[in-house]
């Protein structure tokens, strides 16, 4: 649909065009992640549209399956690094089950591990004799980042219960309390996996299904989940909760 190409190329370039602004305005260095991930949501796109109207070349579609594939990666990103820096705020390192160090290590690592993962499946599935493999190393790498998350959503939740039983408290720097910026993170997450169990389903499917010959399903259940993840942290942004200087509790 090029109608549809061209309203998610603006809306996720609007996204990205505040949060570049909020980005220097709170200083939360850490979100550019995040917004390299809104940018190519728009770039990706963008060359969706021209795949559309040059279906012959294969370069803009290869271009625009990886940069709409990859960006929710560097949405989790932020996301584990944001978690890390709530446990700082709390001061309340050992109620979590991992310390804030260890969480920006353990699942950047391993969100990292899923990006690349992706972007080999995301590029083999388009050559000759190779669609199959590229899916399978595509499916291992969504696999990643669905444990990923459902394992920070274990270690998030269990923090916060923690913390409520123990009666622990934060001061808050910004517009909103810490509690708020969690629910948030729950919010995006919840989108994240919503999009990570579609495309796990859709490329296990073959191409006779309706998830595979239907792009309103992707535009449904990818791209619209992606755009309220990017608009949920336009609305609450870490540098309305975070310190602008960082956190710099001992754990």
Request: charged share 10%.
């Amino acid at each position: 649909s090029t109608t549809a190409a061209i309203a998610f190329a603006a809306l996720f370039g609007l996204g990205a065009i505040a949060h570049t602004y909020q980005l220097f305005r709170y200083r939360a260095w850490y979100f550019g992640v995040f917004l390299t991930g809104a940018y190519m949501m728009c770039i990706g796109y963008v060359f969706r549209l021209i795949s559309i109207n040059n279906s012959t070349n294969l370069t803009p579609y290869v271009l625009q399956l990886l940069f709409i594939l990859l960006p929710p990666s560097l949405y989790a990103a932020t996301i584990y690094m944001i978690y890390g820096r709530i446990v700082l705020l709390v001061n309340a390192a050992h109620l979590s089950l991992i310390r804030p160090t260890w969480v920006t290590k353990v699942f950047v690592c391993s969100d990292f591990f899923a990006f690349v993962i992706q972007a080999g499946g995301g590029a083999l599935i388009t050559q000759e004799g190779k669609e199959q493999m590229g899916k399978n190393i595509l499916l291992v790498g969504l696999y990643v980042q669905l444990a990923s998350f459902i394992f920070f959503l274990v270690i998030s939740s269990v923090f916060y219960f923690r913390v409520s039983k123990a009666g622990v408290d934060a001061q808050k720097y910004g517009r909103y309390h810490w509690t708020t910026m969690l629910k948030v993170l729950y919010f995006a997450a919840a989108f994240i996996i919503m999009r990570c169990v579609f495309r796990l389903i859709e490329y296990s499917a073959d191409r006779t299904s309706s998830v595979q010959k239907n792009e309103v399903w992707a535009y449904c259940l990818d791209a619209v989940p992606m755009f309220m993840v990017q608009c949920v942290f336009n609305v609450v942004h870490g540098g309305m909760v975070l310190p602008k200087a960082g956190v710099k509790n001992k754990e």
